[in-house]
């Protein structure tokens, strides 16, 4: 009965068609399809990169398309004349989308030569988007020839993994296997010259055919008396040592988190402090307080505690409204919190002092357990008995997971208008089923509240059914056509 209204009302509210065909041309196309279609794709091209987004669900994620429309607007215009960007609206196959699959949206696909090479894994910021598709265009290794050209290469904003062979070494292609599959995460560049890479070579030498080393160089903007500035690798070479090897010594002890890089670095527990962090413009000053924030760091780094630094200005809206902190104009000092990989928050509510001192107690009394987690929530409401029950973050555990009743949630947005449009259906459903002592019929505005652990809400509306002994495993309700 529940499943059946709400596919019901879905359908009926989501429910367009279209048709459209697409001819392509260009060196390289980034492809926005904002609904499923057949696509008819003609092409010559060296790279095409391609995005399916389905109309059914954009409109249940529409914050998604809004989001990522002025980004791929402005990578377009900085990418024109050497990579051309384009937007298709369809509407009509939906077969066809799942042939490439296309089953979660939106989904970003690259081809090169006509031949699907995989999703698209890059950001999804306008930076982000000109940074990767300016790679799809270069070799997958850069080939060095003398120290000029390796000192060009590794003088970079971002690391540089760089193989130094002898002539005729079996690693090599190994290491030019690994370049073409991991190009669009890092910057790649080798050397068979034998003169070259002499203070980065072994003493005494590999031997065998294997006689091979690889360095990772961390950006000279991260240069640091707290940690080397490039790491070598001995073992052989493989795809699989190497992915390895890139992961565990790319970022280092404290790295710059980015709009680009959060989603990698945020798999771990993670302190980051936020300050007027600018390289280019302020090199010194950015330097300073993480120099401050390494000494610190250099104590805790073995407890699974990682750490970064950020520019407070690319993450003004989460810290407003992840952890409830405004960020004052007039200071130049640090804020820092604590995001850990089960969702759980911190924020250091003293000054940070020069001297890492402030720091130092607010990391003793997280390992001591001593502070209190922030959650973001609305007031729990005084008079809770109307057919839908209102959530809010600190009342969500107490009345989802009462043991002895199933529990249907609505994930919202008040300013999401297909929201507003299932409102009267879900209020109907919950009428009629308001007599059930076994079921709550309930929502839970998520902007305003954190959603707890388990429930992904990626856009709006999101329901979730959470019923009877399996609380910890809720079932998420997909929408079908």
């Not at 066809?96 to 031949?115: D, E, H, I």
């Not at 995001?339 to 130092?360: P, W, Y």
Request: hydrophobic share 35%.
């Amino acid at each position: 009965m529940i499943y059946y209204l709400i596919e019901l009302a879905l359908s009926c509210i989501y429910h367009v068609t279209n048709t459209i065909h697409l001819t392509i041309t260009n060196t390289i196309m980034y492809l926005l399809l904002c609904v499923t279609n057949t696509i008819d794709i003609t092409t010559h091209n060296t790279y095409v990169s391609v995005m399916y987004h389905s109309l059914y669900l954009s409109l249940l994620r529409c914050g998604h398309c809004k989001k990522l429309a002025p980004d791929f607007a402005k990578a377009a215009s900085r990418l024109k004349g050497s990579v051309q960007l384009a937007k298709v609206d369809c509407t009509a196959n939906p077969d066809t989308c799942k042939g490439f699959g296309a089953s979660a949206y939106p989904l970003l696909k690259v081809f090169r030569n006509g031949v699907d090479a995989g999703s698209y894994t890059g950001p999804r910021t306008a930076d982000g988007i000109v940074q990767y598709m300016r790679t799809q265009t270069g070799p997958d290794s850069v080939p060095l020839r003398t120290e000029e050209d390796l000192q060009a290469f590794v003088n970079n904003y971002d690391p540089s993994i760089v193989g130094f062979f002898p002539p005729g070494s079996t690693g090599l292609p190994e290491f030019l296997k690994a370049a073409a599959q991991l190009r669009e995460q890092f910057r790649f560049a080798h050397s068979v010259e034998p003169d070259l890479g002499g203070p980065h070579s072994l003493d005494p030498p590999l031997e065998g055919p294997q006689t091979l080393h690889v360095v990772l160089f961390r950006p000279p903007r991260l240069s640091s008396r707290f940690e080397e500035g490039s790491v070598l690798f001995t073992d052989p070479v493989s795809v699989a040592a190497l992915r390895r090897f890139i992961r565990d010594s790319l970022y280092g002890m404290c790295p710059h988190l980015t709009l680009e890089n959060k989603e990698r670095l945020r798999v771990r527990d993670l302190l980051t402090v936020y300050y007027d962090l600018d390289y280019r413009r302020n090199p010194t000053g950015s330097k300073y307080w993480r120099n401050r924030v390494m000494k610190v760091a250099s104590r805790y780094s073995s407890r699974g505690l990682s750490f970064a630094v950020a520019n407070k200005h690319d993450f003004l809206s989460e810290l407003e409204e992840d952890f409830g902190l405004g960020m004052s104009e007039a200071t130049e000092l640090p804020v820092v919190t604590i995001k850990t990989r089960l969702g759980h928050k911190f924020t250091m509510r003293e000054e940070f002092t020069r001297d890492g001192s402030s720091l130092e107690r607010f990391l003793d009394d997280y390992f001591s357990g001593l502070l209190k987690r922030f959650i973001k929530s609305q007031t729990v409401p005084e008079i809770n008995n109307s057919p839908v029950k209102v959530l809010v973050a600190e009342s969500f555990e107490e009345v989802v997971n009462q043991p002895e009743k199933d529990v249907l949630v609505q994930f919202f947005s008040p300013r999401c208008p297909h929201c507003k449009k299932l409102t009267p259906v879900y209020t109907e459903l919950a009428e009629q089923l308001y007599l059930d002592p076994n079921l709550i019929i309930a929502e839970m505005d998520a902007t305003a509240n954190d959603v707890p652990l388990g429930y992904d809400v990626q856009g709006f509306p999101t329901i979730y059914f959470a019923p009877v002994g399996k609380k910890d495993q809720p079932i998420r309700y997909e929408v079908t056509h």
